[in-house]
């Protein structure tokens, strides 16, 4: 298939699908699926974020419909994800319903284990306790944990319950501490995985789009020599390199949000109805030898 | 013998004399809109204008709304002087302070 053949194929999928990342040699790389005709090898995991189900305002009246186009952008690729992560923001407020309705529409997903880490739309009771419910079993309800996957390392950590007064995410220090304990054994040629439902790198602090430890975060994982840190909480792709570290932050399957100090706060943003659908998605991540390569994936 | 013990609070709060001042405070455009000074007894209502939910939560646990979607209310009574701190636990850099006095 040509390049311009698997974009109308694509874009007859018509879905506002995620990221697909690739690992290539060591490093992953993200690029958009629907130009995506170099991006062969087998995909190694889906990034899902921001579904927000529960949302019902102008900037999209549907997101289970939405949502359900995702997955069934999912359903149709050629290889099943072996693994499935939400970045956060599963409900919009956290009622038992919204998480009950999130939960079931993700396991109609045809591909492997889905992994969950809370956004604060999913604690707004504080605890998270709901959201420990559906999710919590992997991390024995504490929210974080890691786990290995196809060789590469996965981490799974939790910023949004230990904020900090100017309004960036945070670990805060038993967690840090466990990172720590965590990465210092393993050997600097796995890959690694790290996603969070904040970015863990600043990208626009008066809206607190940051974790508070990032740089300690960063810190740890430079020896690496291949680390893809994922999050989703802005509705929008931002992507930085920085050494061997590829910092990706994905779309929502529900609505978009303005960029980074346009307007008076990151609240949804109301689009154009066909415009909507370009700016909805999924992330898939490919590997391909030690590297991974990340494609963006849109409803449009 | 709780409730009588409240009971009996309410009754001395009400033969004091201080008259009560409820009040309303908008959040919009992610700012709770102005600090409040109030009386003891006094109710604040707080309500979401944005199409983003907000939380008002106490710094020292004392008040924490559940998530308030656009148009919904939530009310505290102060009764005790004081100073109260209080954010969006959901976007913590939305900050204000209700006052009783």
Known sequence: MTDSNRRDALKCLGVGAGTLFTMTGGVFSAFDISEAGAATGTPLFLQISDTHIGFNKPANTDVIGTLNRSIDFVNAMPVAPSLVLHTGDVTHLSKPEEFDTAHQLLLRMKAGDLHVVPGEHDVIDGPGAEFLNHFGKPSDGKGYYSFDHMGVHFIALVNVMNFKPNGLGALGDEQLAWLKQDLWHRSASQPIVVFAHMPLWTIYEPWGWGTSEGEQIAALLRRFGSVTVLNGHIHQIVQKVEGNITFHSARSTAYPQPLAGSGPGPGPLVVPADQLPGMLGVTTLVARKKKIALTDTTLA | ?101
């Open chain 2, 1 to 101: 013998m709780k409730s009588t013990i409240i009971a009996g609070l309410l009754m001395l709060a009400s033969a004091t004399g201080v008259r009560a001042q409820d009040t309303t405070v908008e959040i919009q455009h992610f700012m709770f809109k102005m600090d409040v000074t109030v009386t003891p007894g006094s109710t604040v209502t707080w309500k979401n204008l944005d199409g983003e939910p907000h939380t008002v939560a106490s710094i020292d646990g004392l008040f924490r709304s559940k998530g308030l979607d656009e148009g919904d209310t939530y009310s505290f009574k102060f009764d005790k002087p004081g100073v109260y701190k209080y954010i969006c636990s959901i976007h913590p850099s939305m900050r204000a302070t209700v006052t009783v006095k």
